[in-house]
């Protein structure tokens, strides 16, 4: 007979095993920089060996919680519910147009998932789903190809903004799951009657009669309008009260939003699971609302999206060849997924919970002026590029991108934008990978386990100026590797002070490290040094744990197997 313990013990083992927290042996340990002192391990001071130097009011965000519900279950194999061709009468000749047939089976299949069998089809319109629970699920990325001859440009016409920008520059996909995820009156639980920090676990409601334990609730908080004395400081207060805000976003609505289950309640105090990312205050007017966005358990997978090879026609030029998109999703997921010749290749807004797993990006052949694709972007008359935007997440929450390999280059080809809280890229690669921060007070991102290739615009980042920083506080780097050493964004980009404030570096190739360091910006490195107190150019030594966000979702859930068990 398993004694208690000893089976307690297998679901330990099980739940680090799940995360991924055993990705290999932990690298030999090695002296860190100058820059940092002591310990002499590959631990970094914000984590420690296991986990004991980790502060939920400190510097490294938790991102336990990230990816396809909350990183707690996998992405199903869902059932398939309809055949493609068997069912609704495709072709899949790479001839014959198929969209009807596929329009037919999103509208009438029942939930589950639409079989696409091996073959090219030819989809001729944009695909506009507003339902869940609904997976187009392909053989394989090699098989499976569904073919968009026609960009939106082609399909709806093209009206540029008063910037001359194209119409389709930022958007949406010829595949594109349409949700409402409410913000109002419907969703208003309570109003939040105290202050909190960064760190703090309770909130004081004005009434918790309508909460329950183990419920969901989503914090919200706005900057104070403009004109008030105190407009731009929840805005500051995401960039640590350390950089200027710019003029354009103060007064935005909605700013914060964060989930998080109720794991107490004491009269109208509140204990969640989850320690705040965030400060709370009055002027802010926090409120918990009921998160229920109306499109949840969608996915794409094994398949490709193909466009036809066109030249690239430059930035804010694009015709629209566009590829997925999930706009205002929940518990989302893309896996197993080519994208090849898009303008902007995938886009997640206002997702929260959703994971893309294995996605690679591509063209049939270079669609850039430039031979090379590597012609500056501010270069007139040339286009270095071969499309516009890679993967891009904004105003989402708790997302996770793994696996990805992007074969060629985007102006931005990892992107982080507009409020995003959480935002995870992780093992992943790219030909010359720019992580691209556009600005908009993303907060606490991470970027780990990244080859980036050449290395020669590790972050290069764009995003209208008065904007905000690049960065918003807390966004950590971990564990990155290129080609050729690359400089820290203090030495490579825009004005010295513009990047973000309370910055990460652990374990970058850096081509030095300055003395002084701006805005409270923390580096640590692991393995040789150079003459200049940098890691060696290729060293093999990484920070450990090496995947920072399976470590904490492997320790998060052995505690809630313990808790559960006891």
């Known amino acids: 007979m398993v004694s208690a313990n000893s089976k307690l013990s297998q679901l330990i083992l099980l739940a680090l095993a799940f995360s991924g927290a055993f990705s290999g042996p932990a690298p030999a340990l090695a002296k860190t920089s100058a820059k940092t002192g002591p310990p002499l391990s590959c631990a970094s001071?914000?984590?420690?060996?296991?986990?004991?130097?980790?502060?939920?009011?400190?510097?490294?965000?938790?991102?336990?919680?990230?990816?396809?519900?909350?990183?707690?279950?996998?992405?199903?194999?869902?059932?398939?519910?309809?055949?493609?061709?068997?069912?609704?009468?495709?072709?899949?000749?790479?001839?014959?147009?198929?969209?009807?047939?596929?329009?037919?089976?999103?509208?009438?299949?029942?939930?589950?998932?639409?079989?696409?069998?091996?073959?090219?089809?030819?989809?001729?319109?944009?695909?506009?789903?507003?339902?869940?629970d609904l997976v187009l699920r392909g053989e394989g990325p090699d098989k499976t190809i569904l073919y968009f001859p026609k960009s939106l440009t082609d399909l709806f016409g093209n009206t540029p903004n008063a910037a001359h920008q194209s119409q389709w520059s930022f958007g949406p996909g010829l595949i594109t799951f349409a949700g409402v995820d409410p913000i109002?009156?419907?969703?208003?639980?309570?109003?939040?009657?105290?202050?909190?920090?960064?760190?703090?676990?309770?909130?004081?409601?004005?009434?918790?009669?309508?909460?329950?334990?183990?419920?969901?609730?989503?914090?919200?908080?706005?900057?104070?309008?403009?004109?008030?004395?105190?407009?731009?400081?929840?805005?500051?207060?995401?960039?640590?009260?350390?950089?200027?805000?710019?003029?354009?976003?103060?007064?935005?609505?909605?700013?914060?939003?964060?989930?998080?289950?109720?794991l107490d309640i004491k009269g109208n105090v509140l204990t969640l699971e989850r320690h705040l990312p965030y400060e709370v205050r009055s002027e802010w007017k926090p409120e918990l609302h009921l998160y229920r966005p109306s499109i949840q358990e969608v996915g794409v997978e094994h398949l490709s999206v193909r466009f036809p090879h066109?030249?690239?026609?430059?930035?804010?030029?694009?015709?629209?060849?566009?590829?997925?998109?999930?706009?205002?999703?929940?518990?989302?997921?893309?896996?197993?997924?080519?994208?090849?010749?898009?303008?902007?290749?995938?886009?997640?807004?206002g997702t929260s919970f959703c994971t893309v797993n294995g996605i690679t990006l591509g063209v049939t052949a270079n669609r850039a002026d430039d031979p090379n694709g590597r012609a500056p972007l501010n270069m007139p008359g040339l286009n270095g590029w071969n499309g516009h935007h890679g993967i891009d997440l904004s105003h989402g929450i708790d997302n996770l991108v793994t696996d990805f390999h992007i074969r060629t280059r985007f102006i931005h080809d990892i992107s982080v934008e507009w409020y995003s809280l959480n935002t995870v890229y992780s093992n992943g690669d790219g030909v010359d990978l720019n992580m691209d921060h556009h600005r908009e007070f993303n907060f606490s991102s991470l970027f780990e386990n990244l080859n980036l290739g050449e290395g020669g615009r590790a972050f290069e980042s764009s995003g209208t100026s008065t904007r905000g920083p690049h960065a918003g506080a807390y966004t950590t780097y971990w564990n990155l590797t290129a080609k050729h050493p690359f400089a820290l964004p203090v030495n490579d980009f825009g004005p010295p002070l513009d990047f973000g404030p309370l910055l990460n570096f652990i374990n970058l190739p850096l081509v030095s490290i300055p003395d002084s360091l701006p805005n409270k910006w923390l580096v640590e490195s692991f393995g040789g040094t150079g003459s200049s107190g940098a890691?060696?150019?290729?060293?093999?030594?990484?920070?450990?744990?090496?995947?920072?966000?399976?470590?904490?979702?492997?320790?998060?859930?052995a505690r809630r197997l313990i808790q559960r068990h006891r």
């Open 535 to 557: 890691p060696e150019s290729g060293t093999k030594v990484n920070a450990c744990p090496r995947d920072i966000m399976a470590a904490m979702q492997s320790r998060r859930l």
């Open 45 to 132: 001071s914000l984590w420690g060996e296991n986990g004991e130097n980790w502060k939920p009011e400190g510097r490294l965000s938790d991102y336990s919680y990230v990816g396809y519900h909350a990183g707690e279950a996998q992405i199903p194999n869902v059932p398939v519910v309809a055949d493609l061709k068997k069912d609704f009468g495709a072709m899949g000749d790479g001839v014959a147009d198929d969209t009807q047939a596929l329009l037919n089976a999103i509208a009438k299949s029942p939930k589950g998932a639409i079989f696409i069998p091996a073959g090219t089809y030819v989809i001729s319109q944009k695909l506009q789903i507003t339902r869940g």
């Open 310 to 349: 066109t030249p690239f026609p430059g930035h804010f030029n694009e015709k629209g060849y566009n590829g997925i998109f999930m706009n205002n999703v929940g518990q989302c997921w893309v896996r197993d997924v080519q994208i090849l010749n898009a303008d902007f290749a995938l886009g997640l807004y």
């Open 184 to 262: 109002d009156s419907t969703t208003l639980i309570s109003s939040v009657t105290a202050p909190a920090v960064r760190g703090d676990d309770k909130l004081t409601v004005s009434d918790a009669s309508k909460i329950t334990i183990g419920q969901w609730v989503r914090l919200i908080e706005s900057d104070p309008v403009v004109g008030s004395p105190k407009s731009g400081s929840l805005l500051s207060s995401m960039i640590g009260n350390i950089l200027p805000v710019g003029p354009e976003l103060s007064g935005a609505q909605n700013v914060v939003r964060f989930q998080s289950r109720v």
